[in-house]
């Protein structure tokens, strides 16, 4: 079948149908609400069910009680709408039941814009809700990887019991590229019958909970859960090295559409003789830590240089993961300012001839 040229937001929707997931649990918010507009007509083509909740609030409920059903289930919002739903990720993780939420992050903080941004970094990695736990976080930069991860998601989901959640933007999710649906196959979903509530005649009831009043208890759960991670964090890590002639001084770290920026610049760069690479975590939980600091290692890196489109949140985990042992710059653009490759380059050059700012560099609203 021939390539679709389809909006990044529908696209995802389409291919969370061709996982096998026909349960969708959202409320309107932009900048994804096409993947509700989809779906509400797409759905009920294929026999699924589109709920349109009240609030995010009760999407994130509706999606608690599905996924303990052993089906395939998800939902989608934007950065306000996943801070409500922060609470239900919690239980749903604390449960052990796979799901996937879709974050086409907006600016902020607070209401903030409809344009695309990065600055729920640390909500997705680090602070998805309270108590100890970790989701599985995968940062598509092109349409048609977004689609590749929302096959991998539910796969995903299902082999570790744990919510996967795809970290898009606006702009993936507002762009319109070729997509080829054909070229990605999703996995066979796992049987969920030894823990799913689908009725308990004849066997054992199923229980699923979250309350562990005995302090032991909770601490073994934790525990579990904790065992868990580390097996997520030793055979998850996805990453990506882009460009470079061989051996590049200066290696940038970006994720989602900043790579896409990046990578043109490392292109006009290499082609005029500079030898610069981009590192691209495909996974941003687990991070790429392992590839990440075998890469700082090697003697011809000088230095790294972290783009992204926030006030500078990856760049901690960078400056973590390669234990500092190279000058580590940070680039962002914020607002829901998309940094150009122009802007990247003139970073670049005025890192390599050893100054910390362009001469140039002065605010958006200036140029």
Not at 197 to 208: F, L
Not at 302 to 324: A, I
Request: proline share 6%.
């Amino acid at each position: 079948m021939a390539k679709q040229l389809m909006k990044g937001n529908e696209a995802i929707g389409e291919a969370a149908i061709r996982a096998g997931a026909t349960r969708y649990f959202a409320y309107p918010i932009t900048p994804q609400t096409e993947v509700a507009e989809y779906l509400a007509r797409r759905l009920p083509e294929v026999g699924g069910v589109f709920v349109q909740a009240e609030s995010e609030l009760g999407a994130s409920n509706m999606i608690f009680g599905a996924a303990s059903s052993g089906k395939r289930v998800f939902t989608s919002s934007s950065s306000p709408g996943i801070s409500l739903m922060s609470e239900a990720l919690s239980y749903i993780t604390c449960a052990e039941l796979p799901c996937v939420f879709i974050n086409v992050c907006r600016a902020g903080p607070g209401l903030g814009g409809i344009l695309p941004s990065q600055g729920d970094y640390f909500q997705a990695t680090h602070a998805s809700g309270h108590g100890d736990f970790h989701l599985i976080v995968l940062a598509p930069s092109t349409v048609q990887e977004a689609v590749e991860h929302m096959m991998t998601a539910f796969d995903l989901a299902d082999r570790y019991r744990n919510p996967v959640m795809i970290f898009a933007d606006g702009l993936i999710g507002q762009m319109m590229e070729p997509v080829d649906f054909e070229a990605v196959k999703s996995g066979e979903a796992v049987d969920h019958s030894s823990w799913a509530t689908t009725g308990a005649k004849g066997r054992k009831p199923h229980i699923i909970k979250t309350l562990y009043l005995n302090p032991n208890d909770n601490e073994a759960h934790n525990v579990h859960l904790a065992e868990k991670y580390a097996g997520i964090r030793a055979n998850e890590q996805r990453s990506e090295l882009y460009g470079g002639l061989g051996s590049p001084e200066l290696i940038l770290t970006a994720f989602g559409t900043a790579a896409r920026v990046c990578k043109t610049a490392i292109d006009v760069l290499n082609e005029q003789g500079v030898d610069i690479a981009l590192f691209r975590p495909i996974t941003i939980y687990p991070f790429p830590a392992d590839a990440l600091d075998k890469l700082s290692r090697k003697q011809h890196v000088k230095r790294l240089l972290s783009v992204e489109m926030n006030n500078g949140q990856m760049v901690e985990d960078v400056k973590l993961f390669t234990g500092n042992r190279k000058p580590i710059d940070f680039f962002g653009r914020q607002g829901g300012i998309v940094p150009s490759p122009e802007e990247v380059i003139e970073r670049v050059r005025a890192l390599l001839d050893g100054k910390k700012k362009p001469a140039k560099e002065r605010p958006a609203e200036a140029k």
